[in-house]
C-alpha cells in the first residue's frame, strides 16, 4: 500500500522543446492544484528555516514527470483520465502562440483530434494513475 492515497505526475511529450516543456508543466501545475477543491488532499506543508523564514508551501506527495513519445499517446492517456474520472490538465500547442485570448480563441477552432499535445499533469487515486501512467519512462 502507498504512503498517500493520491499521486501526482505530469506526462510530457519527449518531442518539444524543454523550454516549451517547462512552459507546459508550470502551467499545468498551476492549473491542477487550482482545480483540487479539497485542498487537504495536495497535503501541503510549510517549509520554514531556524529563522522563521518560510521556504516554500510544497505537497509532501511525491511528483513524478514521465514522458511519453508523441502527442498520440498523450491523447489515449487523456481518454483513459476521463473514462476514469481522474483528475487532470493538459496543455496543448494551441496554448502557446499569441496571448491568453488568441489562444482561447485558437482553441476554440481547433478539433480535438489536430490537438498536438504537449502535456498532461494528473492528480488522483495512487493505484489508478499508477497503471494508467506505467508504460510511460521516467523524463531524464
Do not use: C
Not at 522563521?52 to 481518454?79: D, M, T, W, Y
Amino acid at each position: 500500500m502507498a504512503e498517500f492515497s493520491n499521486k501526482l505526475i505530469a506526462v510530457l511529450n519527449e518531442k518539444i522543446d524543454a523550454g516549451i516543456a517547462m512552459n507546459a508543466l508550470a502551467h499545468m501545475v498551476v492549473g491542477l492544484g487550482a482545480s483540487v477543491e479539497k485542498k487537504e488532499e495536495l497535503r501541503l506543508a510549510d517549509y520554514a528555516d531556524a529563522n522563521g523564514n518560510s521556504h516554500a508551501n510544497i505537497s509532501e506527495i511525491p511528483f513524478v514527470v514521465l514522458k511519453a513519445r508523441n502527442s498520440n499517446q498523450l491523447r489515449q492517456l487523456r481518454q483513459a483520465l476521463m473514462q476514469n474520472n481522474i483528475k487532470f490538465v493538459d496543455f496543448t500547442n494551441t496554448m502557446t502562440i499569441g496571448t491568453y485570448q488568441e489562444q482561447i480563441e485558437r482553441s476554440r477552432q481547433t478539433k480535438e483530434a489536430d490537438l498536438e499535445y504537449y502535456g498532461i499533469a494528473i492528480f488522483g487515486n495512487w493505484d489508478i494513475v499508477s497503471e494508467l501512467t506505467k508504460k510511460f519512462s521516467l523524463w531524464k
